[in-house]
T-cell receptor, first 116, second 110 residues
Framework: AQSVSQHNHHVILSEAASLELGCNYS??????LFWYVQYPGQHLQLLLK??????LVKGIKGFEAEFIKSKFSFNLRKPSVQWSDTAEYFC??????????????FGKGTKLSVKP | DARVTQTPRHKVTEMGQEVTMRCQPI?????VFWYRQTMMQGLELLAY????????DSGMPKDRFSAEMPDATLATLKIQPSEPRDSAVYFC????????FGPGTRLTVL
C-alpha cells in the first residue's frame, strides 16, 4: 500500500531560523505531490504542489519544496521562519495507476512551533 | 472567491443522537471527499464521490456512518447513533486538480 512518511512529529524553531520538513512516499510510479498547512483552529490550505516540470517548486509565503525522484522525497523548506508560520504541515501524494488518479494519501503531519 | 462550505461549524450532541453534517463543494468540482481528523489518528479518509457516485467508503464504520450526495451541490455525512469516539473534526474537500478543504465541522459527542 502507498504511504507517506513525515519524519518529524514536532519541530521547534526560533524566528529567522531555517526550516526543512522531510517527506518521503512509497509509490514508484507517476505521482503528484502536495504540501498543505493547517493553522491553529483552521482548515487545510494548499501551500504548494508538484505535478511535473521543474522539481523545485515555489509556494506561498516563501515556502518551497524539492522533488527528488531517486529518493522518493518532497521536502519542504523555508529560509527564515516567522512566528506566524506556527502551524501543522501535511505532505500528501496521489499517484496514477492504469491511467486513473488515485486518492490523496496524507502524512501524519508535522507541528511547527516558532518561538518569537 | 469559490470555497467549500460546511455546516454546522460546531456540533455538541449526546451519545445515541443522530448527527448530520453538510458540505457544499465548489461549483464544477466533480469529486468530493469526507475526512476525519483527530489528535490520535491524524487525517483519515472516510469516503469520496465522483460525479455524485460513491467510489470508496471503506474508511467509514458502516454500521453507523453513511455518506450521500443527493445532488451536485450537496454532500452529507450522517452518524446514527453517534458515540463519544466519533468526536473529531470532519472535513469535506472538493477536487479539481487539487483538493480544496472546507472549514470543518467540530463534533463533540458527550
Amino acid at each position: 500500500a502507498q504511504s507517506v512518511s513525515q519524519h518529524n512529529h514536532h519541530v521547534i524553531l526560533s524566528e529567522a531560523a531555517s526550516l526543512e520538513l522531510g517527506c518521503n512516499y512509497s509509490y514508484g510510479g507517476t505521482v503528484n505531490l502536495f504540501w498543505y498547512v493547517q493553522y491553529p483552529g483552521q482548515h487545510l490550505q494548499l501551500l504548494l504542489k508538484y505535478f511535473s516540470g521543474d522539481p523545485l517548486v515555489k509556494g506561498i509565503k516563501g515556502f518551497e519544496a524539492e522533488f527528488i525522484k531517486s529518493k522518493f522525497s518532497f521536502n519542504l523548506r523555508k529560509p527564515s521562519v516567522q512566528w506566524s508560520d506556527t502551524a501543522e504541515y501535511f505532505c500528501a501524494v496521489n499517484s496514477y495507476y492504469g491511467g486513473s488518479q488515485g486518492n490523496l494519501i496524507f502524512g501524519k503531519g508535522t507541528k511547527l512551533s516558532v518561538k518569537p | 472567491d469559490a470555497r467549500v462550505t460546511q455546516t454546522p461549524r460546531h456540533k455538541v450532541t449526546e451519545m445515541g443522537q443522530e448527527v448530520t453534517m453538510r458540505c457544499q463543494p465548489i461549483l464544477g468540482h466533480n469529486t468530493v471527499f469526507w475526512y476525519r481528523q483527530t489528535m490520535m489518528q491524524g487525517l483519515e479518509l472516510l469516503a469520496y464521490f465522483r460525479n455524485r457516485a460513491p467510489l470508496d467508503d471503506s474508511g467509514m464504520p458502516k454500521d453507523r456512518f453513511s455518506a450521500e450526495m443527493p445532488d451536485a451541490t450537496l454532500a452529507t455525512l450522517k452518524i446514527q447513533p453517534s458515540e463519544p469516539r466519533d468526536s473529531a473534526v470532519y472535513f469535506c474537500a472538493s477536487e479539481y486538480n487539487e483538493q480544496f478543504f472546507g472549514p470543518g465541522t467540530r463534533l463533540t459527542v458527550l
